[in-house]
């Protein structure tokens, strides 16, 4: 067995313990309420339900389907710990359910998206959130608190429902911590313990967070995510410096970085889904032409920018599939 296989087996060992505790952990309380309270239909079902499920595991056989009896992976597992069909399995009517659950999932991370073309003080902010499928694992916000304007843009693990979850969990957390006015170091480092604490081993963000104020400075941190693109006097660079993801490390600390713009200065951050456009081809957007672009872009408003770079990247793609969410935020000192 060669290393990456053995990487994937320990992966899976770990992902494959994180459910059983978390099961386990579930039948407790189930039998607790059930005690307290007397036991239901519903309350036997679900404790047959787990039961089941804990008993696969011991036979090897948990996250394998029942039907087909090939694997259902590691995101329906997440997103149904209890499931025990894959998706092409299920009847007509769960599927027009999940197909409903998923519609309103979408409604909701939709709520979540802050105000389009803001503006406030001396700077505007604008964005692009484009889901590759109904729900989306990037997470963009916009927060104005005490007089600054934050700003984040990130990619969570995994695809689908479990990464929209983990999407709407992150909007949490940094909802939650915003008021309380720390640094952003301390901001960022009390996210991720959150993150770590309220998730499974594998589920991880790699995002940028901002704040910016009145006297033109932006501070940022990055945790683990593509560099921003600066364009400040004219000049287009990347700030570079990023740490670990959030979610996976209790104590991992963040750094900040700042910068003091002006007037007709711009930031802009982007998830992969940008970058990682792929044309019929099959070859890839880049960052460098992303930083191409910016050639083009001497200043203007943030839509501008986002305009410019949708454009480029619609260009190229063509009339090739997109298989990544796809995010940016623009930042600009007007």
């Known amino acids: 067995?060669?290393?990456?296989?053995?990487?994937?087996?320990?992966?899976?060992?770990?992902?494959?313990?994180m459910v059983q505790e978390q099961l386990a952990g579930r039948l407790e309380t189930l039998r607790r309420v059930s005690s307290e309270n007397g036991s239901t239909s519903e309350f036997g079902r679900f404790l047959d339900e787990v039961d089941a499920a804990l008993e696969k595991f011991e036979k090897g056989t948990y996250g394998i389907c029942e039907d087909c009896h090939e694997s259902m992976g590691a995101e329906?597992?997440?997103?149904?710990?209890?499931?025990?069909?894959?998706?092409?399995e299920l009847s007509d009517k769960k599927k027009r359910l999940l197909e409903d659950d998923l519609q309103f999932a979408a409604e909701i991370q939709r709520g979540l998206l802050p105000q389009r073309d803001l503006a406030h003080d001396i700077w505007k902010v604008d964005y692009v959130y484009e889901p590759a499928?109904?729900?989306?694992?990037d997470y963009c916000d916009i927060i104005v608190h005490d007089g600054e304007?934050?700003?984040?843009?990130?990619?969570?693990?995994?695809?689908?429902?479990?990464?929209?979850?983990?999407?709407?969990?992150?909007?949490a957390i940094f909802h939650s911590l915003i008021p309380s006015n720390l640094g952003l170091g301390e901001?960022?480092?009390?996210?991720?313990?959150?993150?770590?604490?309220?998730?499974?081993?594998?589920?991880?963000?790699?995002?940028?967070?901002?704040?910016?104020?009145s006297d033109g400075e932006?501070?940022?941190?990055?945790?683990g995510h593509l560099p921003p693109l600066l364009i400040k006097n004219g000049v287009k660079g990347e700030l570079d410096h990023a740490g670990l993801p959030l979610g996976m490390f209790c104590d991992t600390q963040f750094e900040s970085r700042k910068v003091n713009l002006k007037s007709g200065?711009?930031?802009?951050?982007?998830?992969?889904?940008?970058t990682e456009t792929v044309n019929a081809d099959g070859a890839e957007f880049g960052n460098h032409r992303l930083c191409e672009l910016m050639t083009n872009f001497a200043?203007?408003?943030?839509?501008?920018?986002?305009?410019?770079?949708?454009?480029?990247?619609?260009?190229?793609?063509?009339?090739?599939?997109?298989?990544d969410d796809l995010s940016m935020l623009a930042l600009a000192y007007v």
């Open 133 to 137: 499928g109904i729900v989306s694992g």
């Open 299 to 323: 200043s203007g408003s943030p839509s501008d920018l986002i305009s410019l770079c949708l454009g480029h990247v619609a260009n190229f793609r063509g009339n090739a599939e997109r298989h």
């Open 149 to 171: 304007l934050y700003f984040i843009l990130g990619d969570v693990s995994g695809k689908g429902m479990a990464a929209s979850l983990l999407m709407s969990n992150l909007h």
């Open 218 to 223: 932006v501070e940022v941190v990055n945790a």
């Open 265 to 274: 200065d711009s930031l802009l951050l982007f998830t992969d889904g940008v």
């Open 187 to 213: 901001l960022m480092a009390r996210a991720n313990r959150l993150l770590v604490g309220s998730s499974l081993a594998n589920q991880f963000a790699t995002l940028v967070c901002g704040k910016a104020n």
């Open 1 to 17: 067995m060669d290393s990456a296989q053995m990487s994937v087996k320990a992966t899976a060992s770990v992902f494959d313990a």
């Open 76 to 88: 329906r597992m997440l997103a149904d710990p209890l499931a025990r069909v894959c998706l092409d």
